[in-house]
T-cell receptor
């Protein structure tokens, strides 16, 4: 069964460092998303990506964040200068159509120390 | 106003019980509705889409009430393995899914 894969599963980084979280969406999907979930809190939308550009972003997704689809399979989230409050689980998701259900990867747990 | 609201629970029910969750959404232009299940420290997994006419998948029944802007999930004959957090998700005209805070369910032996 096709699935969204994310790497690494856990990343520990020092405050101020840059991190890149990687995702491989389901191959025939066209819409890609990043969400984050701080421990014990709700799943929060960060950004959606379609047709090689950002289609929507939340207020959380400020200038410290960027996304890229560097090739036909990978979808990355970069955090330029991490803060302690960036510590969370980051989920990548993809869907085949705009209105269709989204399938989530297993997440990357980011810990900023 | 929150896009999607859920009662966080927790709901603690005995095995075999029937339990229902509701979720309300604020955007009347919302187009797609889903229920996801999330186990502790895991990713949300799609449980079922919610169709206008209502739909059933085994012990699970989902319903949509557009007039009142809510969706519901009914779980019959609860199993221990149903213990999880249930998230409703709503998609409007944009490209993002809005998630509720989730409703925690614990099924007790």
């Amino acid at each position: 069964e096709p699935e969204v894969t994310q790497t690494p599963s856990h990343q520990v980084t020092q405050m101020g460092q840059e991190v890149i979280l990687r995702c491989v969406p389901i191959s025939n999907h066209l819409y890609f998303y990043w969400y984050r979930q701080i421990l014990g809190q709700k799943v929060e939308f960060l950004v959606s990506f379609y047709n090689n550009e950002i289609s929507e972003k939340s207020e959380i997704f400020d200038d410290q964040f960027s996304v890229e689809r560097p090739d036909g399979s990978n979808f990355t989230l970069k955090i330029r200068s991490t803060k302690l409050e960036d510590s969370a689980m980051y989920f990548c998701a993809s869907s085949s159509q705009g209105a269709a259900e989204a399938f989530f990867g297993q997440g990357t747990r980011l810990t900023v120390v | 106003r929150k896009e999607v609201e859920q009662d966080p629970g927790p709901f603690n029910v005995p095995e075999g019980a029937t339990v229902a969750f509701n979720c309300t959404y604020s955007n009347s232009a919302s187009q797609s509705f889903f229920w996801y299940r999330q186990d502790c420290r895991k990713e949300p997994k799609l449980l079922m889409s919610v169709y206008s006419s209502g739909n059933e998948d085994g012990r699970f029944t989902a319903q949509l009430n557009r007039a009142s802007q809510y969706i519901s999930l009914l779980i019959r004959d609860s199993k221990l393995s149903d213990s999880a957090t249930y998230l409703c998700a709503v998609k409007a005209t944009g490209n993002q899914f809005y998630f509720g805070t989730g409703t925690s369910l614990t099924v007790i032996p």
